[in-house]
Structure formats: structure tokens, C-alpha cells
């Protein structure tokens, strides 16, 4: 049993097309881990019963020779990414009763392509944080060491790939989401371009930043995800036409690929452990031929701040919707006013009120030219300070966060030191890029550390191919 | 009046009649039961995306440039951001800086005389639903939600009720030539805003404004012009100041009262749509649209008095509304003579079709119909006086005209023979009438018209009886 759920998600894809394995085995499978795993917590909802029926069927669809590139394959998915006739909670209270009458797009090419969505995973409130602890179903526990935190906020999509409870699942990253985990839980964690996959669906944090993305074992897995997820959708205004054919055919020659260092990515914040560990990474890229440059984002330090204050703004935005008079939560009232003070006090929790109020207060009239406009156009200046580095190299490698997963707990009293978790992850967002990142060893007794490789817009491939350069799973 | 001088600027709210609403594909149509026309795009559902209509965004510019207006090549989406239960999202998508048109110029008429308001801007937006109050109970009604709604707004050049509603007319008359909108008034698919000033004549300055909003008919824009007009004289004759705010009209009682003043303004805190992409209109597109407006009021008028040799008076009267232009055009190319159709709409259409205190003519009848009952008239089948009776059978219904002669027994008598031994025998039975005829009274001839058409129920074709008397009285 622990043998099949040690499988990468392409060999799963073969053992089940070869019926080596059924679905409902590896169905069966995964729900027992889920079941042994409980007090990881990485699950707001589990579907065994829908997930078995939808074995059941991927079984007989394998039995014919049929089925899509997912058939029968476990895969679970983030709890902001919307499941027609699922609870998508996002981790808030506000959201607990509401069942979407549709599919995200994601979820539909899942389906489509015949993947058993085995439940739905936990998260930061509407995808806030970077520890898993702004859970209203509480904060999940990083499967290697339980008195740390997985990451955030796909956190408990990182930690089920990791405890071999789904063989891939969804996340979303906003300014890390998907990175930041995937490092912590010693996983492939992939932000891909902006615009390449589908929002519609997925429920808007900050929708210019937004992106949704595969959590995976290994780096041809990730690339397969993507296969299936990339893809033009007329649901989505700004979804891109710039899909390749295929990702899973990246190459796996390191050699000669320009690899670009930039100085601001390594700063003081960044663990020695850590540094140590991305260090031997490069030093293993250039054994394979890979030429090492140095490049420069200036605009660096200006980008977390930039971060917070757009991410923010649109949030404030997107999340006005929650007003307790359609969906969710409907509390006590005695007019309209109290209608919607009471029904978001008692909703949300306190970091999502955090950045409703930083939103509004930035966009508000005479502080936005000061804050949000400002923001925006530090924002071009940060895209222009990739393209420029980008003109010197094909990749930028850096850590994926400043530390490995820290103890639970740590940084709840202070959250601007869980705001810190995410400066080597937010410039992406800013600037709209893809990046990946990959485990490449341990440090602090154990702990995973990943390193991040940030690519041109739209060329996930060479992601894919330096990212295998440190682990071969091809 | 009383050495004031008045300063009205509006802001029309224009719904378009494209098939489907602006983001989704709901059917755009009036009314139906609650609900029945949403997704989850217009009900604002988490995770949904809008996908533009661009009808939609062809119709504004269309209108743009009816109006003269410059038409962007680069405009943009924002949000404004409120909360009220007919706005599901808690956001209205709109444009803030970068509307689809701007500034243009409508010339009009009044009494006669020329005149021109310039305009300002027109931009395109969603409608948001409608609340039911019901028993002390508030409901909440989608299906309105994503109407797009064109804002036209104008420069503060109109100074007189008379003037904003000749404007008003003038501007109706274009929305429904180009064939953007429908312009039904009852059904609120044409409301504006008024802001209006007082100040001394001559005085160079412009006083205070007020904005009233939500006016959604000619006759209460009217009344509540002359309302305010006379309330801020009144102000400012007592020795008091006028307060920047904005008000309501009551339609039922004749007044306006605040709404809110400057200081509880709205804070909309606007910013770029993250969601939509730029509208990039080139030129070539522009003209492309500019080749698609169909014929306009000022050259219908001229067809009619330069092709069909319509008197200019004729020519004004029946473009006045659309529905009756397109009808007369229609029924002459069904073969009507030109001046018969004019005279037979201007008499009969017009005074069934507009009734007391509505501010749209309904018209009943289509051009076969009218065509049939020209020629029936025509050829002596009824009378003129008996089309009237047609006319009311047929009104509103598909059912011929021929028909409905059948069915009324409408048919004139054109039989001379018979009409002529009617008349024979009523000439012998009134020497004394006979008489006073021969001696010069030719008013006499009503009576023994009258006496045929008493004995023959009406039916003799008076123009027959006519003849035949002039003929046995020589």
C-alpha cells in the first residue's frame, strides 16, 4: 500500500493505464492516509464518496482503453478553487454553507481529463498568510515535523502531496502560496505565468496577481499538471493564447543555460542553512554546464511593500462581495448596516480584516495617488528590472523563502514577520512571471529547503529544465 | 426669472438593447420573474469572471458618435465600489478616467430657434438589480444585474426645463435611430441625474450645485427642474446659502428633499479592473462602426421632403418618433402613396398611438395593415370614417384589415344605381330642402347625404351620393 502512494503522479498515470493499479485502489489508498493523517489537518473537506464513484467510473473508463491524461489519478484541490456541488470555504467562516453551482475551469479540465478529486484542502483565510494558521478549521501541521508550520497559504495542498495523500494537487499563489509550501513541505511547487492558466473559478484574493498552479512530487509531474491545466479560456478575458503544445517535453540538458544571481536574494534575512543549501544548487547546475551571471533587480527591496499595498487594495475589493446577503454567512440583524457590519465582523477573521482595512484605506481618495498609484507604478519599474536581467540570463535562481518552516506559533503575534516569509516570492507576482520551486536539501535539523528559478513570461519549459537539473526525475 | 439665471447639466443612464447583458450571456430583456434571468457571472458569484460584450461596447461608440463625440482608441474598465444589496459583487464595473467616448456635441431644436449642449463624456457600465419591499420585507431582484448601461454626460449648457427636455427629446430620438436603445421610459431604460445652479444674471459666476438623481421620466425631469430652480431662488433670496448635496424627487407629492450631503459623499474608491483587458479601438474599427448607423433624423427629413415630396411639416411629424418613420417608410414601400400614408398616420396613427400622460407612442398597427387600409379607403371599399373602426379592431393584433371589413360588414355601398333611386325617392319626399338648394343653399347637400346614409346604415359611399346629387339637383 505505501508503495503505491509513494508513486510520482506520471508513474501513477502509467501503473493505471498499464492496470497495474485500479483507481478505486489508489482511491481507497489515499483516503486511508487522509483518514491516518487526520491531525495534519489538511483537509476542510474530503470527498470519499464522490471520489470513489468517480474511481469506480475512471476504472471502467481504463478497462476500455479509454480515459483522459489524469484517469483515476487521487488529486486534491485548493479550497478557494470552486467544485460544483463541493464546499468552497476558502477557510473562512463567512463561506462554511456555500456550495458552488459550478466548476472553476481548472476543475473542469481535471474532470475532463478524468482525475479523481479526492477533497479539498486547507488554506490560509481566502488564501492570507504564509503559515497555514489563518484557518477557521484551524492550522495544519507540516507532515515531517508536526510542531511546524506547512507554509501558506496552499499549505495544506503541499503537506497532503507530501504525506502522499493526493499525487498532485491545486494551489493558488497570490505572492508565494504555492512556492513558499512546496518548499517547506519538500515538494515541486509551480507559479506559472500570469494569465497562462484559468482564473475563472478560483476565488479572487488580488486578481491581478493571482495565479493558479500544480503542487507535485517531482518536476516532470509538475510539467504534466501543467499540460493539462494550461489552456485558453473564454471565461477569462485575460487568459493567454501563449500555451506550448507540450511541457512535459522540456529538455533535461542543463548545459548552457544562463542561470542569473541577483544579489538582492540573498540579503541578510536569509538563513545561513538555507544560503548554504541554494549555493550547492548553483554549484551543481554549473557542474552540469550550466554559465552562472550576475544580474540585478534594484527594485528589490520596494517590492514587498508594492505587494501589500495592491495586493491588498484588490482584495478589499473582491471580497466586498461577502456582505451576508447572497452566500455564506447571515448574521443577526436589525437593519441593512448591521446586516453587513455584523455578518463580516463575525466572517472574517482578523488578518483578512487586516487587508480589507489596508485595501480601502489605500484606494481611499487622498491617500490612493500616495499608496496605490504609487504601488502601481513601482510595479512597472520592477517588471523592467526583470526584463533588463533577463536579457543577461534565461533563469534567476534565489531561495524560495529566507528560512525553512518555522515552529508553529513563532510568528502569530507579529504579523509583519509572517509579511517577511514572502520577499523572495512576491516580485514574480509583481512583475507576472512564472517561477518554480524545487526541493534541493535540508537544513535546520531536517527541514526541506527549496530553491526558487524564475523564468521569462511564458517560458515555464526552461523552469522545468533546470529544475530537473537538481533532482532527475526523469 | 426674477433676474436669476439658471445652469443644468445632466448625466443620462442609458440601458442598450443588445440580446445578451454586458459580462455573461444572460438574455438582456425586460422584466420576467425574479431571477430568472442571472448566471453566476451577473449574480456575482466568488471565483466568476466578466467576459465583455462587445455589442455592447460597438453600440456606445455608435452612439459616441451620433453625438460627435471623439471616440478612444485606448479606454479601460474600473471599479467603483459601494455597498447596496442590488449590487452583487459590491462594485460597479465601470470607466473612470478612460470612457469609450469623449467630448461630442447634439444640436436641437426649441421653438424653433437652434441651440447645442455640448457633451462631456459618454462612458459604458453594468446595471445593477433591483430591490422589492414587500410587507416590510426587502427582496433582492438579479435579473438586471450586467444590463449594460451607457452614461452620457453633459456639460453644464442647458438653462431652462424646456430646454433639458427638448435636449431629452432630441437625444431619445438618437438612441433609437442608431438602434442602440429602445428607450422605454416606463420600463426605465432612460433615467438621468440633473445638476442644476441659480446665480444672479450676468454675474459671471455659477452658484452651488445640487445633483438630483434617478429621474426616470421627461415629465418628472420637468417638474422637478422648475421645483429646484424655484427652491434654491428661493434660498438665496431669504439670505441663505445653497448646500452642495444630493437630492431625490418625490414624483407623487411634486418636491425633492436631500438625499446626503457633500460631506456623507460617497469615497467610491475607483481602480483599474484587474479582471478585463483595455478596449483597444483602432480607426479602422471606428469607421467600421461609423459605416454601420443607419440612417438619421435629420436625413429622413430630408428623404421625405426631397424623394417623397413631403411637406417639411409632414416630414417633422412622422421622424418625430422612429416607430412611426419606420412604419411610414415600410408601409409606402408596400405601396402606399406617400402623402395618403402621411396624412392617414398624422390624423389616425398618432391619435390612437399617443395617449394622454404616456411619453412613448404605441404603435399598434404594422405596415401591411396600414397598406390594406389605405387601399380599402382608397378604392372606395370603406369609408374614412369606417377605417377608424378597422383600425380599433385591428389595433395591437396581427388580424387583416380585410377581415376585419368582413367581420364588421364595413363595406360602402358604391352601387349608383341604387344609391340613385334612394336618393330619387328623398329628393320627391322634400320639395321645400329641394328648394332652398336650387335658391343657393348648398349646405342642404349634409342633409340628404345624411338621409342616404340613414336609410343605407351608413354603408353608401359618400362621395357616390355626392355625384348622384349634385347630378339629380342641377
Known amino acids: 500500500m505505501n508503495d503505491l502512494l509513494n508513486m510520482s503522479l506520471t508513474e501513477c498515470v502509467k501503473a493505471l493505464k498499464e492496470k497495474k493499479v485500479s483507481s478505486v485502489e489508489l482511491t481507497k489508498a489515499c483516503l486511508k492516509r487522509i483518514e491516518e493523517n487526520k491531525k495534519l489537518n489538511d483537509f476542510i473537506t474530503v470527498c470519499a464518496d464522490s471520489a470513489l464513484a468517480a474511481a469506480k467510473e475512471s476504472d471502467r473508463r481504463l478497462a476500455d482503453g479509454r480515459g483522459g491524461m489524469l484517469e483515476g489519478v487521487p488529486i486534491a484541490v485548493k479550497d478557494n478553487i470552486s467544485t460544483e456541488g463541493i464546499r468552497t470555504t476558502c477557510a473562512s467562516k463567512f463561506l462554511d454553507n456555500y456550495i458552488p453551482p459550478f466548476d472553476a475551469s481548472v476543475v473542469e479540465a481535471l474532470r475532463r481529463e478524468g482525475a479523481v478529486i479526492i477533497g479539498k484542502t486547507n488554506m490560509d483565510e481566502f488564501a492570507m498568510g504564509s503559515g497555514n494558521e489563518n484557518s477557521a478549521y484551524g492550522a495544519v501541521k507540516n507532515f515531517r515535523d508536526n510542531s511546524r508550520v506547512p507554509g501558506g497559504s496552499s499549505g495544506g495542498s503541499a503537506n497532503c502531496v507530501a504525506a502522499g495523500e493526493a499525487f498532485a494537487a491545486l494551489g493558488s499563489d497570490t505572492g508565494g502560496s504555492i512556492r513558499q509550501p512546496a518548499a517547506y513541505c519538500g515538494v515541486v511547487g509551480l507559479k506559472p505565468t500570469y494569465s497562462l492558466v484559468s482564473r475563472y473559478g478560483l476565488v479572487a484574493f488580488a486578481s491581478s496577481l493571482d495565479q493558479i498552479g500544480p503542487l507535485t512530487r517531482t518536476v516532470k509531474d509538475a510539467a504534466y499538471m501543467l499540460d493539462v491545466l494550461a489552456f485558453k479560456d473564454g471565461k477569462d478575458s485575460t487568459s493567454s493564447e501563449r500555451t506550448e503544445k507540450c511541457y512535459s517535453d522540456y529538455p533535461t540538458d542543463v548545459k548552457g543555460k544562463k542561470i542569473g544571481i541577483a544579489r538582492e536574494y540573498f540579503g541578510d534575512a536569509l538563513d545561513k542553512g538555507v544560503k548554504d543549501e541554494i549555493m550547492k544548487a548553483v554549484k551543481l547546475l554549473e557542474s552540469k554546464g550550466a554559465e552562472i551571471v550576475d544580474v540585478e533587480i534594484k527594485s528589490f527591496p520596494a517590492a514587498l511593500a508594492t505587494y501589500y499595498v495592491l495586493s491588498s487594495a484588490e482584495a478589499a475589493s473582491n471580497l466586498a462581495r461577502f456582505d451576508g446577503v447572497k452566500y455564506g454567512i447571515r448574521a443577526e440583524n436589525d437593519d441593512l448596516y448591521s446586516l453587513y457590519y455584523n455578518s463580516r465582523t463575525q466572517g472574517f477573521g482578523a488578518e483578512v480584516k487586516r487587508r480589507i482595512m489596508t485595501g480601502n484605506y489605500v484606494l481611499s481618495s487622498g491617500y490612493y495617488d500616495a499608496y496605490y498609484l504609487k504601488a502601481s507604478k513601482i510595479r512597472t519599474l520592477i517588471k523592467k528590472d526583470f526584463e533588463k536581467a533577463f536579457e543577461k540570463c534565461d533563469a534567476i535562481v534565489g531561495p524560495t523563502a529566507p528560512t525553512v518552516a518555522f515552529k508553529a506559533g513563532d510568528k502569530t503575534k507579529d504579523y509583519t514577520k509572517v509579511y517577511l516569509e514572502d520577499i523572495y516570492t512576491v516580485p514574480v507576482n509583481i512583475a507576472g512571471l512564472p517561477a518554480i520551486s524545487v526541493p534541493c536539501g535540508v537544513a535546520d535539523g531536517g527541514m526541506p529547503v527549496g530553491v526558487q528559478f524564475i523564468g521569462k513570461a511564458f517560458d515555464e519549459k526552461t523552469l522545468f529544465t533546470l529544475a530537473e537539473g537538481i533532482c532527475n526525475s526523469k | ?474
Open chain 2, 1 to 474: 426669472m426674477n433676474g436669476y439665471e439658471t445652469t443644468i447639466g445632466l448625466e443620462i443612464h442609458c440601458e442598450l438593447k443588445t440580446e445578451s447583458k454586458i459580462f455573461c450571456s444572460c438574455a438582456n430583456v425586460f422584466g420576467g420573474e425574479p431571477n430568472t434571468h442571472c448566471c453566476p457571472v451577473c449574480s456575482g458569484l466568488p471565483g466568476v469572471m466578466p467576459v465583455i460584450n462587445k455589442k455592447a461596447v460597438e453600440y456606445t461608440v455608435k452612439a459616441g458618435l451620433a453625438m460627435n463625440c471623439e471616440i478612444s482608441e485606448y479606454s479601460k474598465w474600473d471599479r467603483k465600489n459601494y455597498f447596496y444589496p442590488d449590487l452583487p459583487k459590491a462594485w460597479q464595473t465601470s470607466q473612470y478616467d478612460l470612457p469609450l467616448c469623449g467630448k461630442g456635441l447634439v444640436e436641437y431644436e426649441l421653438n424653433g430657434e437652434k441651440k447645442s449642449v455640448r457633451i462631456n463624456r459618454i462612458h459604458l457600465e453594468e446595471d445593477a438589480g433591483k430591490l422589492i419591499h414587500e410587507g416590510g420585507i426587502t427582496r433582492v431582484d438579479y435579473n438586471r444585474c450586467g444590463v449594460p448601461l451607457m452614461e452620457i454626460v453633459t456639460e453644464p449648457d442647458l438653462h431652462s426645463a424646456d430646454e433639458v427636455l427638448a435636449f431629452l427629446d432630441e437625444l431619445k430620438s438618437i438612441l433609437k435611430y442608431t438602434g442602440v436603445s429602445d428607450v422605454k421610459m416606463q420600463e426605465g431604460s432612460l433615467r438621468c441625474d440633473v445638476n442644476l445652479s441659480v446665480a444672479k444674471a450676468g454675474g459671471g459666476k455659477l452658484g452651488t450645485r445640487t445633483e438630483t438623481k434617478n429621474l426616470n421620466s421627461f415629465s418628472s425631469a420637468r417638474r422637478s427642474i422648475i421645483f429646484e430652480t424655484n427652491r434654491q431662488i428661493e434660498v438665496l433670496e431669504s439670505g441663505g446659502e445653497i448646500r452642495q448635496e444630493t437630492r431625490r424627487w418625490d414624483d407623487n407629492k411634486g418636491e425633492g428633499y436631500s438625499m446626503r450631503g457633500k460631506e456623507d459623499a460617497h469615497d467610491y474608491r475607483y481602480f483599474p479592473e484587474p479582471d478585463l483587458m483595455p478596449v483597444v479601438l483602432p480607426k479602422s474599427e471606428v469607421e467600421k462602426i461609423r459605416a454601420s448607423i443607419p440612417e438619421l433624423k435629420g436625413e429622413r427629413i430630408a428623404r421625405y421632403t426631397d424623394e417623397l415630396s413631403l411637406p417639411p411639416y409632414d416630414a417633422k411629424i412622422l421622424t418625430q418618433d422612429k416607430e412611426i418613420a419606420d412604419l411610414f417608410d415600410e408601409t409606402v414601400k408596400a405601396g402606399a402613396n406617400p402623402k395618403k400614408a402621411s396624412n392617414y398616420i398624422m390624423s389616425e396613427i398618432l391619435r390612437k398611438g399617443k395617449t394622454e400622460g404616456a411619453e412613448d407612442v404605441v404603435v399598434g398597427i404594422n405596415a401591411k395593415q396600414l397598406n390594406d387600409i389605405l387601399s380599402l379607403v382608397g378604392d372606395g371599399t370603406i369609408s374614412l370614417v369606417a377605417s377608424k373602426q378597422v383600425l380599433d379592431d385591428i389595433w395591437l393584433s396581427d388580424k387583416s384589415a380585410k377581415e376585419s371589413v368582413e367581420k364588421l360588414g364595413l363595406k360602402q355601398n358604391n352601387d349608383s344605381g341604387e344609391i340613385e333611386s334612394i336618393l330619387r325617392g328623398i329628393i320627391d319626399a322634400n320639395p321645400k330642402v329641394v328648394a332652398d338648394y336650387r335658391a343657393g343653399n348648398e349646405k342642404v347637400t349634409a342633409f340628404f347625404v345624411g338621409q342616404v346614409m340613414k336609410a343605407t346604415k351608413g354603408k353608401s359611399n359618400p362621395k357616390v351620393v355626392n355625384e348622384l346629387l349634385v347630378k339629380l339637383l342641377k
